[in-house]
């Protein structure tokens, strides 16, 4: 995990460039693990993942909904691509905010026609 996390700014957790049944447990396992050092907002950054396959973002909306149930806020920084085209078919931008970038997340604001 890397990034801030001295509870005044989100935490910053790098995902695997590839992410499938082989890792995505691990995956979530490291956004879930975020939430100790007591942020309000996570901030995972696949800005340089070009493959997750079903299992890996179905560990991603597990890791949300733990992350929910502690009261923190996940988001995803994707920039355009192909990962990012398979979370809007999947509807995953209606169940958490997508950012293009890291910078973006962390600010907060959705740029619009996301």
Known sequence: MAGQ???????IVMVPPEIDMLNAD???DLLCASCVVGAAVVVADMTSTTFCDSS???EILAGRRRLAEVGV???LAVPPGNVRRVIKLLGLDRAMPVFP???AAIAGHL???R
């Open 5 to 11: 996390g001295d509870g005044a700014g989100p935490v």
């Open 26 to 28: 691990a995956a979530r």
């Open 56 to 58: 890996g973002f179905r």
């Open 73 to 75: 806020e996940l988001r």
């Open 101 to 103: 970038t890291v910078a």
């Open 111 to 113: 740029p619009t026609g």
